[in-house]
C-alpha cells in the first residue's frame, strides 16, 4: 500500500475573508483608541474589551 497523500485545499476569496481576525465592536473601539496598531498596549486592551463586552469596556465609575 501506498502514503495517503493530502488533497490541496482550494480556498475561494470568500473563505479566505472568513479566516481573516475578528473585526467586531471591540476592534474598532480599541483600534480607534490606539495610536499604534498592534501594539501590546493595543491587543491588551482588545483582550480586556472581549472579556468585558464592547458596551461596558471604557466606562469609568464614578464614587459618590
Known amino acids: ?3 495517503r ?3 490541496a485545499e482550494v480556498i475561494t476569496p470568500i473563505e ?3 479566516k481573516k481576525a475578528k473585526r467586531d465592536a471591540c476592534y ?3 483600534k480607534s483608541r ?3 496598531w498592534p501594539s501590546a498596549r493595543a491587543s ?3 483582550v480586556k474589551c472581549r ?3 464592547a458596551k461596558n469596556w471604557g466606562k469609568t465609575t464614578t464614587k459618590k
Open 44 to 46: 491588551q486592551a482588545l
Open 34 to 36: 490606539y495610536d499604534v
Open 28 to 30: 474598532h473601539k480599541v
Open 1 to 3: 500500500m501506498g502514503k
Open 5 to 7: 497523500t493530502k488533497k
Open 16 to 18: 479566505e475573508k472568513k
Open 51 to 53: 472579556k468585558k463586552g
